[in-house]
């Protein structure tokens, strides 16, 4: 029997965790490396690593990934120019990314093997197509002083810009299990009550708490969600440090002069 477990442990292919990402940037030589850094459980990013992006635009990082980790990637330039795009590593997976130069910045052109990362490439996308319509509409809007035509123009952009908004709460309805979509609404309406109360913060929240309960973007969406404020009524409590050092509950300072 001791025998059959020694070889059943040798043949049986182990469990293996390593996560590793691979990319390459096309359409341009500017980027001489990519710095990795890791979000923690306090809200910071910590230095991984820098991968240095071979002459043929290749990039690589591998990690022994234990849960769903949240990094930025920094495209460092000689310029001092450098982009930064955020990448979702799951354990046990294998993703491929290929950048290049579109709507005149650094974008995701393809993504393979991670749903995570197609949904921030249709997210970004959104808005690279907002954009690229924006200067077209603020050309044609420059080029008339006729009042009329003007406030149409300004119609036709506020119409846009809702029916981006519009896609991208739906990319979320439809991915609400992801942590992409965690980091992409917490972007979006981190600022938003009405969201946090029974809107899309509210729905993913109830969704990801269970799957990720330590990440810190989820948890950040939870403190939104939980003290979530209705219209008309009164603020929580606010503590703010005094010229002491002591902290001062912000309604003791009512009617006073400061």
């Not at 991968?51 to 460092?76: C, H, M, Q, R, W």
């Not at 354990?91 to 579109?102: A, C, D, K, R, T």
């Not at 979509?181 to 309406?189: D, K, P, Q, T």
């Given at each position: 029997?001791?025998?059959?477990?020694?070889?059943?442990?040798?043949?049986?292919?182990?469990?293996?965790?390593?996560?590793?990402?691979?990319?390459?940037?096309?359409?341009?030589?500017?980027?001489?490396?990519?710095?990795?850094?890791?979000?923690?459980?306090?809200?910071?990013?910590?230095?991984?690593?820098?991968?240095?992006?071979?002459?043929?635009?290749?990039?690589?990082?591998?990690?022994?990934?234990?849960?769903?980790?949240?990094?930025?990637?920094?495209?460092?330039?000689?310029?001092?120019?450098?982009?930064?795009?955020?990448?979702?590593?799951?354990?046990?997976?294998?993703?491929?990314?290929?950048?290049?130069?579109?709507?005149?910045?650094?974008?995701?052109?393809?993504?393979?093997?991670?749903?995570?990362?197609?949904?921030?490439q249709q997210y970004q996308n959104e808005y690279h197509k907002l954009s690229e319509k924006a200067i077209e509409i603020e050309k044609r809007f420059n080029e008339t002083e006729d009042k009329t035509k003007q406030f149409a123009i300004q119609q036709e952009f506020y119409a846009l810009m809702n029916a981006t908004q519009a896609k991208v709460?739906?990319?979320?309805?439809?991915?609400?299990?992801?942590?992409?979509?965690?980091?992409?609404?917490?972007?979006?309406?981190?600022?938003?009550?009405?969201?946090?109360?029974?809107?899309?913060?509210?729905?993913?929240?109830?969704?990801?708490?269970?799957?990720?309960?330590?990440?810190?973007?989820?948890?950040?969406?939870?403190?939104?969600?939980?003290?979530?404020?209705?219209?008309?009524?009164?603020?929580?409590?606010?503590?703010?440090?005094?010229?002491?050092?002591?902290?001062?509950?912000?309604?003791?300072?009512?009617?006073?002069?400061?």
């Amino acid at each position: 029997m001791k025998k059959l477990l020694v070889l059943l442990s040798i043949f049986m292919p182990m469990a293996v965790l390593a996560s590793t990402f691979t990319a390459k940037v096309e359409d341009t030589k500017a980027f001489k490396s990519v710095n990795v850094k890791k979000l923690n459980a306090d809200g910071d990013f910590d230095f991984m690593t820098t991968s240095v992006i071979s002459p043929d635009g290749n990039f690589s990082y591998s990690e022994d990934v234990k849960k769903a980790e949240v990094y930025t990637l920094e495209f460092v330039t000689a310029n001092g120019q450098n982009p930064v795009h955020q990448l979702v590593l799951l354990p046990n997976e294998n993703v491929n990314i290929v950048y290049g130069i579109m709507y005149n910045v650094l974008a995701m052109k393809r993504v393979d093997g991670s749903a995570n990362m197609t949904l921030i490439q249709q997210y970004q996308n959104e808005y690279h197509k907002l954009s690229e319509k924006a200067i077209e509409i603020e050309k044609r809007f420059n080029e008339t002083e006729d009042k009329t035509k003007q406030f149409a123009i300004q119609q036709e952009f506020y119409a846009l810009m809702n029916a981006t908004q519009a896609k991208v709460k739906s990319l979320l309805n439809a991915n609400q299990e992801l942590l992409a979509a965690a980091l992409i609404a917490h972007s979006e309406y981190s600022n938003s009550a009405v969201e946090a109360k029974n809107g899309i913060l509210k729905t993913i929240y109830d969704k990801q708490k269970t799957l990720y309960p330590d990440n810190f973007i989820v948890k950040e969406i939870g403190k939104l969600v939980e003290n979530s404020i209705d219209v008309g009524k009164v603020a929580p409590e606010i503590y703010l440090p005094g010229v002491d050092g002591k902290k001062i509950r912000l309604a003791s300072l009512r009617g006073k002069v400061v």
